[in-house]
C-alpha cells in the first residue's frame, strides 16, 4: 500500500488500496476510519474553509473541519466557481520541446480527396431517418452474409442508424450540429470515400442536406418509397453495397506518415486513478504523435472547464484561445437553459472510485492532451482545417463523444478508464486503457492496455506511453485488434442534437 500525492501543493493524497482505520502511513500519520482505495486524505488539520488542493488545484472548500489522516468526501466540499472566462491569457505556455517517436509511418489507406488514411477498411451505409434501420439492418445482416466472404479486403459493412431525420426542428439554429455531424460522419476516412445513402422519402432531413448535389444521384443515393416492397428494395441495397464493396475490396494498405493519422482521445468511467496513471500516459502518448505530425483530438467540454485556463494557455495563438472560450461560453449556456451547470456532470461510479466532484474529475482528464500546443478548436462534429492537437468541443458522454469525434475524421479512439466499460465503436477500433490493475486483472479480455503499473511502481508514465503509442500505430495499421473489435462490441452512435424536436 502507497499513499499518492501528485503535487507538492496538495494537501490531501490517495491511497493505492483501501485502508483499515488506524493503518499507518508514515510521518506519524494515520487512517482515522476506514478510506477506500482512490479516496482523499487529509494530509495536515484542516479546519472549515480551508482549500482542499490536489493536482496543484483547489477542489472546492471544506464545509467542516477534518483532522489528519482522515477522509474527505464529496459531500464535505463546496465547489468553488467555474473560472471566468472573460481575461484568459493565450499562448502563454507553448511548448516546443515534445519526444521524438520512435516511428513516423504506419500502414493504412489513403483516401482521396481526404487529409487523413483510414485504418480499417469499412463500407459504411448511412440513413437519413431511423424509419429506414429496419429494413437496413435486415439487408446489412444479408450483406454481411451472402457479400462479405466475397470482398475479403473489407473489414466489415457498418449501418450508421441513428435517432435524428424527422419530428426534428431541421431549420433551429443547433439543428446544425447533427446534421453537421450526420454529414462528416459518412466521409469518415475510414469508409474508404464510398458514399452510400438510404432515405425513406418523406423525412425532414432530405438527402440534399447531406451530400453535394454532385453526389446525388442511383450511385450512392437509394430512397424507400421508390420500391415495391420489402424484397425489392433490400435486393436495390444488396446490389448497390456490392458496386461499393467491389471497388473497396481493390484497396491496399500502404506506408502512410503519421500525419495521415487522426486519434481521438476520450475517457469514461473515471476514478481518482485515471488522473495520474491512464491519462497521463495517453498525453505522453499523444504528445509523441503529434511531435510525429499526428493530429490528436480530446474533447468532454464540462471535463475540461475547469482547466481552461491551463488549456488557453497552451492555445497556438489567440483566435484560436477565442474559439476555445466560445465553445465553453456556448455549453455554460446551454447547461443553465437546461437548469443545471457543469457540476451534473460527475456520476455516482466516479464518485465511488474517490473522484469528489468536476474540478477533480476536469484535472485528471486534461492529463489526456499531453502538452502540446493546441492548434484548433472544433465545434461538435466540425472537420479540422489543421494538424496537431485539436480541441474537439463536444459533451462528455461516451457515445456522443464517440459519434462526434468520428464525423470530426477520428479514425481510431484510445479509452482511458478507472471504474471499467466494456465501450467500442463499428467504425473505428478503440484501444482500453485501464488506470488501475486490478481492472486489468478483472477484465484481462477488455482492457487492452494497463497503466496502473504506473501506481505500483513497475512502469514510469512515459514507458505506459511510449508502449500505449506502439499499440495505436500497430493497431491503425491493422497488425493489432483490440479487445472491442474483436469481441464486435459495438455501441450505437448516439448524435448530440440540442435544438428541439417536434
Ligand atoms: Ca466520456
Not at 479 to 486: G, I, S, V
Amino acid at each position: 500500500m502507497r499513499i499518492i500525492q501528485v503535487d507538492e501543493r496538495d494537501n490531501v493524497a490517495i491511497p493505492t488500496a483501501d485502508l483499515a482505520p488506524g493503518t499507518p502511513m508514515g510521518g506519524g500519520l494515520f487512517a482515522r476510519s476506514y478510506i477506500p482505495q482512490g479516496h482523499k486524505i487529509a494530509m495536515a488539520d484542516l479546519r472549515e474553509g480551508s482549500p482542499v488542493v490536489r493536482y496543484g488545484a483547489v477542489l472546492g472548500h471544506l464545509m467542516q473541519p477534518v483532522q489528519a489522516g482522515g477522509l474527505i468526501s464529496e459531500t464535505m466540499l463546496r465547489l468553488p466557481e467555474s473560472p471566468d472566462l472573460d481575461g484568459l491569457e493565450f499562448g502563454t505556455d507553448i511548448v516546443t520541446d515534445l519526444p521524438e517517436p520512435p516511428v513516423s509511418v504506419f500502414e493504412g489507406y489513403p483516401v482521396e480527396g481526404s487529409p487523413y488514411g483510414g485504418t480499417r477498411n469499412i463500407l459504411g451505409i448511412m440513413t437519413t431517418v431511423q424509419c429506414v434501420a429496419g429494413v437496413l439492418n435486415s439487408a446489412v445482416e444479408r450483406m454481411r452474409k451472402e457479400l462479405l466472404p466475397l470482398y475479403p479486403a473489407v473489414d466489415d459493412i457498418v449501418p450508421l442508424n441513428h435517432p435524428y431525420g424527422c419530428g426534428v426542428a431541421i431549420d433551429a439554429p443547433d439543428a446544425k450540429i447533427p446534421i453537421r455531424t450526420l454529414r462528416n460522419l459518412l466521409r469518415n476516412p475510414n469508409f474508404g470515400g464510398e458514399l452510400m445513402v438510404v432515405g425513406l422519402g418523406c423525412e425532414k432531413l432530405t438527402v440534399e442536406r447531406l451530400l453535394e448535389p454532385g453526389e446525388i444521384s442511383g450511385e450512392n443515393v437509394i430512397m424507400l418509397q421508390d420500391h415495391r416492397g420489402y424484397v425489392t428494395m433490400t435486393d436495390a441495397l444488396l446490389e448497390m453495397a456490392e458496386r461499393k464493396l467491389k471497388r473497396l475490396n481493390e484497396r491496399r494498405r500502404q506506408p502512410l506518415p503519421l500525419s495521415a493519422l487522426c486519434v481521438g482521445m476520450q475517457c469514461g468511467g473515471s476514478d481518482a486513478f485515471s488522473g495520474i496513471t491512464a491519462n497521463p500516459a495517453a498525453g505522453y502518448a499523444s504528445d509523441l504523435l503529434v511531435s510525429g505530425g499526428a493530429t490528436v483530438m480530446f474533447s468532454e467540454v464540462t471535463e475540461v472547464r475547469d482547466g481552461v485556463r491551463q488549456l488557453a494557455a497552451r492555445c497556438a495563438d489567440a483566435f484560436v484561445g477565442r474559439r476555445l472560450a466560445e465553445e465553453m461560453r456556448w455549453y455554460d449556456d446551454y447547461l443553465r437553459a437546461g437548469g443545471v451547470d457543469r457540476s451534473a456532470n460527475p456520476t455516482p461510479g466516479n464518485k465511488k472510485g474517490g473522484l469528489a466532484n468536476i474540478v477533480e474529475k476536469a484535472m485528471g482528464s486534461i492529463a489526456k492532451s499531453g502538452r502540446s500546443p493546441v492548434v484548433e478548436v472544433l465545434s461538435p462534429g466540425e472537420r479540422p482545417s489543421k494538424r496537431g492537437l485539436i480541441y474537439a468541443s463536444t459533451p462528455a458522454g461516451d457515445m456522443v463523444c464517440g459519434t462526434c469525434q468520428l464525423a470530426s475524421g477520428m479514425t481510431l479512439q484510445v479509452f482511458m478508464t478507472g471504474r471499467g466499460t466494456p465501450y467500442g465503436l463499428a467504425a473505428a477500433p478503440v484501444i482500453k486503457v485501464s488506470s488501475r490493475s486490478d481492472l486489468k486483472d478483472m477484465w484481462s479480455d477488455l482492457i487492452d492496455v494497463d497503466a496502473g503499473v504506473i501506481v505500483s511502481g513497475e512502469a514510469s508514465i512515459r514507458e505506459v506511453g511510449e508502449l500505449l503509442f506502439r499499440e495505436i500505430v500497430d493497431t491503425a495499421s491493422g497488425r493489432k485488434r483490440p479487445w472491442a473489435e474483436k469481441h464486435r462490441l459495438h455501441n450505437d452512435l448516439c448524435l448530440f442534437n440540442p435544438a428541439p424536436i417536434t
